[in-house]
């Protein structure tokens, strides 16, 4: 089986290389890749591809600190104006619900006003005002032309009440006893 090839070796395909082959359209063999003349070879000896120049890392970290530090510098700048942004505005919030409170308080001082200048005494925290009769034997005719009348002058002396004078009442009727 074993026999001689043409270049004078043995092979266990040597009685192929005799056999025609057929070829594929679809393999090709591919073309030889030309290297440009400016491009440098890689070295084979060891001793010149393992030398790194360390001198190049300390100014690259040198750099990449600096640059770290100005960072963290200008992020504390823009965090510092946010803040102001924010307080200014906190405080224009706050201003303005002051001015909002103050123009209602006036709004509402000058509505009493108005209602005042229609019925003096009113006070609508109160409620409605209501009619009151200045006399008991009032007749009719009498009690609405005294509706029309504005309120009496107060008295010098608060009236007393119906409790307190059933106390001094009978407080009188334990002394005379």
């Not at 192929?16 to 393999?27: D, E, G, I, T, W």
């Not at 005719?141 to 007393?160: N, V, W």
């Amino acid at each position: 089986m074993h026999s001689s090839s043409p270049s004078g070796s043995t092979s266990q395909y040597g009685e192929a290389v005799h056999v025609p082959l057929v070829k594929s359209p679809s393999l090709r063999v591919p073309k030889l890749v030309q290297v440009p003349p400016d491009i440098h070879p890689f070295q084979t000896r060891s001793r010149h591809t393992c030398a790194y120049s360390y001198f190049k890392q300390e100014r690259i970290i040198g750099l990449e600190n600096k640059r770290r530090s100005t960072l963290a510098t200008n992020d504390a700048r823009r965090l510092a104006v946010l803040q102001r942004h924010e307080h200014k505005r906190e405080e224009q919030r706050l201003e303005l619900e002051r001015l909002k409170r103050l123009q209602q308080e006036e709004q509402e001082r000058m509505r009493k006003e108005q209602l005042r200048k229609v019925a003096p005494g009113f006070d609508p925290s109160v409620g409605a005002l209501l009619p009151k009769k200045f006399g008991a034997t009032a007749s009719a005719g009498a009690s609405t032309s005294s509706l029309m009348l504005p309120p009496p002058p107060p008295a010098a002396a608060p009236q007393r009440d119906v409790v307190a004078d059933l106390v001094d009442q009978l407080a009188a009727l334990d002394v005379a006893h």
